[in-house]
């Protein structure tokens, strides 16, 4: 599970700094242009805060606390054992570190770097990458693996009813 976590983690990252690269390489910062007419659009901004431009001016905490949840996959990995959380943690820690990247590495100065966003979807109310999208994709997933009851070693929980019969049986 070390691998797929490993490759889609790589995936991500590399496709997220590609594309970012892309954009500021082509596009004037607010500038737009169409790619399924006005549904999908390549707008591209520089995003200091979080989530919504949330927190802007706080692009520091945002850089630790980004830090601190890539550190804490990079050391948990070890302990899954199923695919589908391998791929989870992949676009989790993918989509952290291509926007950590851009906090430490982008202007104004190290720790405090703007987050490249140029995805624009119509009626959504904010602009994101694909960083966010990963991260997002691996947030549903995780819902999806927990209501479903499959942990860490790709085991489904037993529900609390079928477990105690068993327990009364013997």
Not at 24 to 37: A, F, K, R, Y
Not at 146 to 152: A, M, N
């Amino acid at each position: 599970m070390l691998v797929a976590l490993a490759l889609v983690a790589s995936g991500v990252f590399a496709l997220d700094q590609v594309t970012k690269f892309l954009i500021v390489t082509h596009l004037s910062e607010g500038q737009q242009v169409d790619v399924i007419g006005n549904v999908l659009q390549f707008h591209y901004v520089k995003n200091s805060g979080a989530a919504f431009s949330l927190g802007t001016g706080m692009t520091w905490l945002f850089s630790i606390v980004a830090a601190a949840v890539a550190i804490f996959i990079i050391l948990y990995a070890r302990r899954i054992h199923s695919f589908s959380w391998g791929i989870l943690f992949g676009l989790l820690l993918g989509g952290t570190l291509g926007n950590l990247s851009d906090r430490l590495l982008r202007p104004p100065h190290f720790g405090e770097g703007h987050v490249v966003d140029f995805i624009q979807v119509i009626d959504f109310p904010a602009i994101f990458n694909i960083a966010d999208s990963a991260i997002v994709v691996s947030m549903c997933l995780f819902v999806l693996l927990t209501i479903r009851g499959v942990r860490l070693d790709g085991h489904r929980v037993r529900k609390a009813k079928a477990a105690s019969a068993v327990d009364t049986a013997k």
